[in-house]
């Protein structure tokens, strides 16, 4: 077996026209005619339709401010949080139609709807919030309900007589 050094392998790579991943370029910007980002978010069974553009820091939902959509004061962090952590809070303007769910499905499914708004109006955010974990989409579902059981793993209680 030989071994091969860092140096060897990138002179290989260079040579192959593969470029190491530290030098790749980022890719373009995805903003539609009117300077708006779009992705989709999802949580739950939740669905958020999630525009975002330069702006003074304004989120509406379901044409609703977010203060008054979300009353409870952890779903508006929630939703804060992509912001917060690109150190965007007040440079966009997010609109956002939300559907399915309840409230902390919702609240799940903007907060990964803007995370992604972001990554394609700033490809260079993308590290930032990966990190963050706001890139992941939260795959936890409730379970179905089998037949004979209660509800999805309960069974009926026992009775010897």
């Known amino acids: ?64 401010d977010h203060k008054e959509y979300f009353g409870r004061a952890v779903l508006q962090m929630i939703i804060k949080q992509p912001l917060d952590a ?8 997010v609109i956002c139609t939300v559907t399915g769910s309840g409230p902390s499905g919702q609240a799940g499914a903007v907060r990964h709807g803007i995370a992604r708004a972001l990554t394609f109006y700033e490809p260079g955010l993308r590290s930032v919030l990966k990190s963050g974990g706001f890139l992941t989409r939260d795959s936890r579902v409730v379970e179905r309900k089998k037949y004979g059981r209660k509800k999805a793993r309960r069974s009926f209680q026992f009775s010897k007589r």
Not at 18 to 47: F, H, N
């Open 86 to 93: 690109a150190a965007r809070n007040d440079q966009f303007d």
């Open 1 to 64: 077996m030989s071994t091969t050094s860092l140096e060897d392998l990138k002179e290989v790579a260079a040579e192959a026209g593969v470029i190491a991943p530290e030098e790749a370029p980022l890719p373009e910007p995805k903003i539609d005619a009117q300077g708006r980002a779009y992705a989709t978010g999802k949580r739950k069974t939740a669905v958020a339709r999630v525009w975002i553009k330069p702006g003074h820091g304004r989120i509406t939902i379901n044409n609703k």
